[in-house]
């Protein structure tokens, strides 16, 4: 028997590429250990989007090594494309795979056992990529489903080396779509939708987003909800927003990055929009959807960030009212023009306007849960907790039902108080 272990860093895109290796894998008889445990094959998908992300690659990959120096060393993804180089020179390492040709990973695994010769496929996929199919019938841990429907990005944000890892847009067709949710659907009442640039699902083949979960929910009755894993301001079509409104599977929450509330800030970003441009529709996606939730991405200590600029992206935060922030210091990639930039902000101050975003964030997070009080909410079950039931709303706010609930099943819920960060609630009849 051969005993392998996964490690995943990074997005929701790399958890389901990892998902799908996991079950492939278990379809061939390898036995899946914990990553801590001594395996015969280790697998760690990378990720580089920051610095941090880098090195916990290199960490995960370092303790692979030492658990096991004869085993079988696979290292996928992200940061392994912009690194290849370097990574090459590393005798440990069995089988380095770049943004693509991660399907062929059960094949590539074989062969190393069989001829004992390093592999190593990292193609330019600037030039030359197509959407890589891989497919997932079920997440064997968790209720809520990832489906990965989109892959690349075009839009070469200066802080951002996610185009050079991940490469050009490209979408998974509409009919293969549709045949992976029909799969999913049958374990998972929902599915997440996510991609590098998911709002840009499509562009590539003369499709939408909004079209694509249209169909979705056409095909496949049993789907009770798809949610959105992340969309840009750009990307929310009016056609997006009507169905939003018509259909109550579509998960009232968007999670739309802002990255800066300072227009020259967002200028050196290379961002599309301007604060005006996005504060503007913002309150068009409210007026249509009454009480969703709107969280964004931000990063903080861009370089030439002044305190005026950076004052002024607290104040717009609070006007845009976000239901939560994921704030994130700025962190030079090599090869992104924001490396080259001059007057780069201290690692002191990052620290500051991290923590003074983190606080408004708590404080945002606590009034938008409170006003769900004495109202009705969609609850996933994901856990049952002693005489309780957990999951997330449709809003994606913690929810604790009072009573114990069948897991995976979508309950209505009226929220009663609030404790800690959870709301609590009963079960609707």
Do not use: W
Request: glycine share 4%.
């Amino acid at each position: 028997m051969i005993r392998y272990a996964i490690s995943c860093l990074g997005c929701k895109v790399n958890t389901y590429e990892a998902g799908s290796i996991q079950q492939a894998l278990n379809a061939k008889g390898y036995i899946e250990v914990d990553f801590k445990e001594e395996a015969d094959v280790y697998l760690v998908f990378t990720c580089a989007v920051t610095n941090t992300a880098a090195s916990k690659s290199r960490q995960k990959i370092n303790q692979a090594i030492r658990q096991n120096s004869s085993a079988i060393i696979c290292v996928v993804g992200c940061y392994v494309q912009i690194n290849a180089e370097n990574m090459k020179e590393n005798e440990s390492i069995d089988i380095l795979v770049g943004s693509s040709h991660k399907h062929d990973l059960p094949n590539l695994i074989e062969q190393v056992i069989k001829n004992k010769e390093k592999i190593v496929l990292v193609d330019d996929v600037r030039k030359e990529a197509e959407f890589e199919e891989m497919p997932l019938t079920h997440f064997e841990h968790q209720t809520r489903a990832y489906m990965k429907i989109q892959d690349g990005c075009n839009q070469f944000c200066s802080y951002c080396i996610i185009p050079y890892a991940r490469g050009k847009e490209r979408s998974l067709p509409l009919e293969k779509v549709i045949e992976n949710t029909k799969q999913l659907a049958k374990n998972h009442k929902e599915i997440v939708l996510a991609g590098i640039h998911t709002g840009r699902y499509g562009a590539d083949c003369g499709e939408t987003l909004a079209h694509c979960i249209e169909v979705m929910l056409n095909e496949v009755p049993e789907l009770m909800r798809v949610r959105i894993s992340s969309i840009e301001i750009t990307e929310i079509s009016d056609e997006l927003i009507e169905l939003m409104k018509k259909s109550s599977r579509i998960a009232h929450h968007l999670h739309i990055p802002l990255q800066s509330g300072c227009d020259e800030t967002l200028k050196r970003m290379n961002r599309p929009y301007t604060t005006n441009e996005f504060y503007t529709r913002i309150e068009e996606i409210r007026k249509s959807l009454p009480g969703i939730s709107i969280s964004t991405d931000l990063i903080v200590g861009f370089p030439q960030e002044t305190e005026e600029e950076f004052d002024k992206t607290v104040e717009f935060l609070k006007k845009c009212k976000f239901t939560f922030l994921h704030v994130f210091p700025f962190s030079p990639k090599t090869g992104t023009a924001a490396e080259k930039m001059m007057e780069q902000v201290p690692d002191s101050i990052k620290k500051q306007r991290v923590q003074t975003c983190s606080s408004l964030s708590k404080k945002l997070y606590y009034e938008y849960k409170s006003s769900f009080i004495n109202k009705k909410v969609s609850v996933l079950v994901e856990e049952i907790q002693e005489e309780n039931s957990f999951g997330h709303s449709s809003e994606y706010l913690p929810v604790t039902i009072e009573g114990v609930q069948q897991r995976n099943e979508i309950v209505e819920v009226t929220i009663s108080h609030m404790i800690k960060d959870n709301l609590v609630g009963k079960k609707e009849g």
